[in-house]
Antibody, heavy 114, light 112 residues
Framework: EVKLVESGGGLVQPGRSLKLSCAAS????????MGWVRQAPGKGLEWIGE????????NYTPSLKDKFTISRDNAQNTLYLQMSKLGSEDTAIYYC???????WGQGVMVTVSS | DIVMTQGALPNPVPSGESASITCQSS???????????LNWYLQRPGQSPQLLIY???TRASGVSDRFSGSGSGTDFTLKISSVEAEDVGVYYC?????????FGGGTKLELK
């Protein structure tokens, strides 16, 4: 069974950084593109970006490219999202997803507030 | 970026009736390979989005045949026949032809 479990969320102060993790299991992690999507409270889905199997190609939504960094560790079957210079607009549930196959994690909440 | 625009439903929808959700893209999603790069998702209350339809009209594994997708290069419809309680939630279309991938704003389905 494909399983994606996000962690690392919580309350963070404005201007600070936070790194989310997504632990993958039940499939060959290094065979798939992986990505992140977020959802602000009461709002729709926003695609953040995707990374290919060997990390040689990473695509971002332009508005987040300078503050978010996607990476992966194939040996640890883990996907990461490094977020910097966080503001209240980054308060959201963050989902990791196996690209193109419809498998999503349950999401992790990030709240940016002083 | 490709802009995805979704229509609203005349909520609430009576149980057992059909419902059609529309989605429009600012650019054709029809690739030269003949495939249309459009997904449909359902997000039930409190849950992660679930993939319903990919390639505009192919049902994902385990998805009820009450769900069907159709359309052209820029105009798409998700039809739900005989709406049930488990269909309640927000439906999203998404294009995966180009980066950045973009979602529609969502269409809420409520049951009467």
């Amino acid at each position: 069974e494909v399983k994606l479990v996000e962690s690392g969320g919580g309350l963070v102060q404005p201007g600070r950084s936070l790194k989310l993790s997504c632990a993958a299991s039940g499939f060959s992690f290094n065979d798939y593109w992986m990505g992140w999507v977020r959802q602000a409270p009461g709002k729709g889905l926003e695609w953040i970006g995707e990374i290919n199997q060997d990390s040689s190609t990473i695509n971002y939504t332009p508005s987040l490219k300078d503050k978010f960094t996607i990476s992966r560790d194939n040996a640890q079957n883990t996907l990461y999202l490094q977020m910097s210079k966080l503001g209240s607009e980054d308060t959201a549930i963050y989902y990791c997803a196996r690209a193109g196959t419809g498998h999503w994690g349950q999401g992790v909440m990030v709240t940016v507030s002083s | 970026d490709i802009v995805m625009t979704q229509g609203a439903l005349p909520n609430p929808v009576p149980s057992g009736e059909s419902a059609s959700i529309t989605c429009q893209s600012s650019k054709s999603l029809l690739h030269s390979n003949g495939k249309t790069y459009l997904n449909w998702y359902l997000q039930r209350p409190g849950q992660s989005p679930q993939l319903l339809i990919y390639w505009m009209s192919t049902r994902a594994s385990g998805v009820s045949d009450r769900f069907s997708g159709s359309g052209s290069g820029t105009d798409f419809t998700l039809k739900i026949s005989s709406v049930e309680a488990e269909d309640v939630g927000v439906y999203y279309c998404q294009q995966f032809l180009e980066y950045p991938r973009t979602f529609g704003g969502g269409t809420k389905l409520e049951l009467k």
